[in-house]
């Protein structure tokens, strides 16, 4: 396309405020293809112009200095004019006062008598003509009531309600009289018969949108002063579809306490909800002002009037919100102000419009009436400029940078809208502790008071019981250590299986096969903090169990001496606490066996005493073996999560696979087309676009793992889903001293590992493959109903296709080659596999009854 002419090109310059975007914007709009042509054609343009400019500018400064000249000349003659006018106006004054002497004398005093006496007269008429008005007004209270009466029956209310303003008006006659409260309370009691005459007929006017009667109705209403009845019944009928719809929500997560709804949450309902608030408005914005003189604020009373008759109320739905998902409702909180917000920007834009289209016309004849309407509403693209110009603080920002000019003042709806989220953003410190990394923080804060109370029970024990609790104060600890991870490992089970929303797409461009929405990084961000500070309790714990063992082995080791010599070595100061203990239930075979335990004998050797006081471990099995095993599941509940969240867009791809029309749809040619009995040879299928995309999507996970060597990845690998033990039995590690190898694996998250970070991310990436292949062949191929030739040679494929990308990856699956294996099988194989060994093998049933062999 060619460049816009000079004159175009100098109106669209008129519209920058800078002459670089200007001239951007005019060679984009020219097209590649002629840039050169275009560039010489703009340079010729602009040279025009700029001796345009030229002459411009010569013209503009002659005239200047003309206009210089003649003031220079004329300021001197300055101060004689003024001294000349003020001489002048003395003159005359003397002059006027003169002839209205003059005046006077000129008329005779019996004229003057006369005039004086027609002007009382005149005053007099005028009274009494205004008394005679007054008169008859009061007169017509006598018939007011029965005039109304008759007007009603005839329902001529136009008529009635004209008999009623003129009522009203007359009431200025009986006040300060003891006439004015009976005759009030007769004009409102005919006023409140004309109101109940009118009530259903305007219910059933404003239901079928009759925009005239409607009309008129305001009209008899604004006259007997009922103005505001006439705005909530039209209100009170628009709105009510609405209402209803909030009201009747059977919403899961905002339900009264008590009650179980399987209904849409409420951030899955507000949308719809706006959505059909914004299409009534819609059909407002052309109603209202065929009916009301100020359409934009009777909308906006119209929107704060919905708002304010909902049931429940916005801000105890929101209260219920996080009153539900409690730490996690800062979440939802956001998603519903988001979805608010836009909903707000798309009601701006409708208010935007209402207001140009109420501004009336300037009057052609008188360009500079007093009411014409101001400059920015004469015309809608001038008005931009200038409302950006003079009202700066009028501009609203929309959520994508746009900026939305408020024309009218007044228009408060906004706040009605917003004014319910003020309370949790006022509060968002506290919500935001609960949510991300905060959540991680919060585990490892509490961590430290949690281990604090038990290093307090250390010392108590043994000042109570002088060791013989040395069995209920592990199992306490235990207990305790055990139920404080369990309560975490369950919060992270719960936010795993509440649904993300997907408000906006964060994918970068190095990952553009995986979805990941914003919910989804943070996610993911979130269980990595959590595994970070799982290595941390996990360290502080094992510190703690060094500090318990010490503990119970001084107890072990004041038993063991108190055996040998019972006097010298007492185990209480009195005998006789020391006896009781001794016979009680305490000193059970149970307590022995856990001193022998923890027991360190120093007469074997004092290097080897030495070194175990100073090791970070110990001998045995662990002491705080249910408070390990809560640790191995929470990390395990961690990568778990974290797992299903990179895994997520993958298995969406997947949800369709198995529904899909290939596997019935004939092919041009099977893999077993004979001719003449003879086989004829066919070319590869290629791999659905579907197992492309999830193929794809596994080539991009190892960018995942660009730090693979963090912290929170390498703990705890052992409890990795499908993780393979040889991988890890086989990676470099530096452990822990003096662990033995008698612990069993469910503990073996106590060898804090070092691992580097190519082990690190081949773990994950093993684990990962392993766990999408696994949901793969049990649960996304077996809902396959049917394959025919045709349909099976296109499995086969995508089985190829799939196995060959896992190897990549490091990743094999001998459940994926069965299946590849048994539906490349033609109908004749299959059935004598089948009668073999189709009994025991599960995959080559579920290949059999999809190709119909059984």
């Not at 006077?104 to 005039?115: E, F, G, I, N, W």
């Not at 409420?266 to 608030?277: D, G, I, V």
């Amino acid at each position: 396309m060619s460049l816009p002419a000079t004159a175009e090109a100098l109106d669209s310059l008129e519209e920058y405020d800078d002459p670089i975007s200007w001239i951007n914007d005019t060679l984009h709009s020219s097209g590649e293809e002629q840039s050169i042509e275009n560039l010489t054609e703009l340079d010729q343009q602009i040279t025009q112009l700029i001796a345009s400019l030229d002459i411009a500018c010569e013209d503009t400064s002659s005239q200047l200095e003309r206009t210089i000249d003649d003031v220079s000349r004329g300021i001197p003659r300055l101060t004689y004019d003024l001294h000349f006018i003020k001489d002048s106006a003395v003159s005359l004054s003397s002059s006027l006062a003169v002839v209205h002497s003059r005046s006077r004398a000129v008329v005779p005093d019996a004229t003057a008598s006369a005039l004086e006496q027609l002007k009382r007269l005149d005053t007099m008429k005028g009274h009494m003509e205004a008394a005679r008005e007054v008169l008859r007004e009061a007169e017509s209270w006598s018939t007011l009531e029965l005039e109304v009466t008759s007007l009603l029956t005839e329902r001529s209310y136009a008529k009635a309600a004209s008999r009623l303003s003129e009522a009203n008006k007359s009431m200025v006659v009986f006040q300060n009289t003891p006439e004015y409260d009976p005759r009030r309370t007769l004009l409102v009691n005919l006023q409140n018969q004309l109101e109940a005459s009118l009530s259903s007929a305007l219910v059933a006017a404003i239901n079928e949108q009759n925009l005239e009667t409607c009309r008129e109705y305001f009209f008899i209403f604004s006259n007997i002063q009922r103005e505001s009845e006439f705005r909530n019944y039209y209100n009170g009928s628009r709105r009510a579809s609405l209402t209803s719809m909030w009201h009747e929500a059977d919403l899961s997560d905002t339900a009264p306490e008590g009650i179980i709804s399987s209904g849409p949450t409420f951030t899955e309902f507000l949308p719809k909800f706006y959505a059909s608030m914004l299409a009534l408005l819609n059909q407002e914005r052309n109603s209202i002002p065929a009916i009301f003189p100020d359409p934009a604020h009777t909308l906006s009373a119209f929107i704060s009037s919905i708002l304010s008759a909902l049931q429940p109320t916005f801000s105890q739905r929101l209260a219920s919100l996080s009153s539900h998902y409690g730490d996690l409702a800062l979440k939802e909180l956001i998603s519903a102000f988001r979805v608010t917000e836009e909903f707000a920007v798309g009601v701006a834009k409708l208010m935007e419009k209402i207001q140009y289209s109420a501004v009336p016309p300037v009057p052609l004849d008188n360009p500079n009436s007093s009411d014409k309407p101001a400059p920015q509403m004469h015309s809608r693209k001038r008005s931009m400029r200038m409302s950006v110009s003079f009202r700066s603080g009028a501009n609203r920002s929309t959520s994508g940078g746009q900026k939305i000019p408020i024309l009218a003042d007044g228009l408060d709806w906004d706040q009605e809208l917003f004014h319910p989220f003020l309370e949790f953003q006022a509060d968002y410190g506290p919500l935001s502790d609960a949510s991300g990394s905060d959540q991680a923080r919060l585990f490892r804060e509490r961590a430290v008071d949690i281990f604090g109370a038990a290093e307090e029970s250390l010392s108590r024990y043994t000042t109570f019981t002088h060791g013989y609790g040395s069995v209920a104060l592990l199992q306490a600890l235990d207990g305790f250590l055990k139920s404080f991870v369990d309560m975490w490992t369950a919060d992270v089970s719960f936010a795993s299986s509440v649904p993300h929303s997907t408000f906006q797409d964060v994918t970068s461009e190095d990952l553009s096969d995986l979805d990941y929405t914003s919910q989804d990084w943070l996610h993911i961000q979130t269980m990595l903090h959590l595994l970070g500070s799982a290595r941390s309790v996990y360290e502080r714990m094992t510190s703690f169990e060094v500090k318990l063992r010490s503990n119970l082995a001084q107890t072990a080791n004041k038993f063991r001496l108190h055996r040998g010599d019972p006097t010298s070595f007492p185990i209480a100061s009195s005998k006789g606490a020391a006896q009781i203990l001794e016979q009680s239930s305490l000193n059970s075979a149970e307590l022995h066996a856990l001193l022998d335990r923890v027991d360190v004998d120093p007469s074997t050797s004092r290097d080897n005493f030495l070194r175990h006081q100073g090791s970070t471990s110990s001998l045995g099995e662990p002491l705080l073996t249910d408070a390990r095993s809560a640790m191995s599941d929470f990390a395990k509940a961690c990568q778990t999560a974290l797992q299903g969240t990179i895994l997520s867009p993958l298995r969406q791809h997947l949800a369709s696979y198995a529904s899909s029309s290939i596997w019935t749809t004939a092919t041009e040619e099977s893999r077993n087309t004979t001719f003449n009995d003879l086989q004829v040879p066919t070319f590869s299928l290629s791999p659905s676009d579907i197992i492309q995309r999830v193929a794809e999507g596994l080539l991009n996970l190892p960018r995942l793992f660009d730090h693979a060597d963090d912290d929170a990845l390498s703990f705890s690998l052992q409890t990795l889903p499908y993780a393979d033990p040889e991988l890890l039995k086989a990676a470099p590690e530096a452990s822990v001293p003096d662990v033995p190898p008698t612990h069993s694996r469910r503990h073996s998250i106590a060898k804090a590992t070092t691992l580097d970070p190519e082990t690190v991310s081949t773990a994950w990436l093993s684990s990962l493959g392993q766990s999408l292949l696994v949901h793969l062949t049990t649960e996304v191929l077996p809902r396959i109903n049917k394959l025919n030739a045709g349909g099976a040679a296109q499995l086969a494929s995508d089985l190829g296709y799939l196995s060959n990308v896992i190897n990549v990856i490091n990743v094999g699956s001998e459940e994926l080659e069965q299946w590849k294996e048994y539906v490349e099988l033609n109908d004749d194989d299959g059935k004598a596999k089948m009668n073999a060994n189709g009994a025991e093998d599960r995959v080559l049933n579920l290949v059999a009854r999809m190709r119909g062999w059984r």
